[in-house]
């Protein structure tokens, strides 16, 4: 089980101090892990006592062994070859094809555990209610922002690609209200600007929705909607199915909700192609 199954697990139990100490490790894992327990609780500002029961609550003997899970849990995440290694190693001589459309049959079945459709139906409709649409991904969830970014403007959305980092990022947001959301993109950590731009569309009153795996229950500040469910096992090659999965379930909701909107903008869409097609010969 990996660190941030293991906080979900005992997140009713958590202090408000304790979540301090969790939002720094799980948003600054790499230099977390590698602090002390006074360097941690330093940069939480909470007592150093309270990383230290932070890591008896979660089932360690002591704070030294939570920071030893965090750091094979840092090296096996910026080890991709390991993660091939390991699906290979349990493939062996086998059937890889087989064995992966295996991986991911059971990965879409466990969908339906984590994500029901009334949480896909809140979502669609704080997008649909939605003046603009965000999009926000960075490393390989940047491909499922692509499909989503190409399937909202087809649908008729004025979407913003806000795929950046720092200043650029920062510049793209100058605009961003309270009539807009944010539709961010999260897998295995959580990536650099998506604290800062969770708590600056609190600020400004914009709907946030997060598309993401297992961590992405524990991302704070918490997003008004989450749509996160396992991509397969932990420490492996991992699906990318799952997410394009529920991609997929909300852009087709959006269009049983919006009240004919997505079908008007496809025709459109359909006639524009012809024209643009024709006029290209």
Do not use: W
């Amino acid at each position: 089980m990996g660190l941030h199954e293991i906080i979900e697990e005992h997140e009713a139990s958590l202090t408000a101090a304790d979540r301090k100490l969790v939002r720094v490790l799980l948003t600054q894992r790499t230099e977390a892990a590698f602090l002390s327990a006074a360097d941690l609780a330093a940069r939480a500002q909470v007592h150093e006592a309270t990383a230290v029961r932070l890591a008896q609550k979660l089932g360690f003997k002591g704070y030294p062994d939570l920071r030893a899970a965090l750091q094979a849990e840092v090296l096996e995440a910026g080890d991709p070859a390991l993660r091939v290694r390991r699906r290979l190693g349990r493939t062996g001589e086998g059937d890889v094809l087989a064995d992966l459309v295996e991986a991911e049959r059971l990965a879409l079945e466990g969908l339906l555990a984590h994500v029901d459709q009334a949480k896909v139906e809140e979502a669609a409709r704080m997008l649909v209610a939605s003046r603009r649409v965000f999009v926000f991904a960075l490393g390989n969830a940047s491909a499922l922002a692509d499909l989503a970014i190409r399937r909202l403007r087809r649908a008729g959305f004025a979407v913003v690609d806000i795929r950046f980092y720092g200043r650029e990022l920062a510049e793209r947001l100058v605009s961003l209200g309270p009539d807009d959301s944010i539709l961010a993109f999260a897998f295995r950590r959580t990536p650099t600007g998506l604290v800062p731009l969770l708590e600056h569309a609190g600020a400004v009153g914009a709907g946030t929705l997060l598309i993401g795996d297992a961590a992405g229950q524990m991302i704070r500040p918490r997003p008004h909607c989450t749509l996160a469910a396992p991509r397969g096992a932990e420490g492996e090659f991992q699906t990318l199915t799952v997410p394009m999965a529920i991609v997929n379930a909300l852009i087709l909701t959006i269009a049983r909700l919006d009240q004919g909107r997505s079908l008007d903008a496809l025709e459109r869409l359909g006639g524009l192609i012809r024209t643009f097609e024709t006029g290209a010969r």
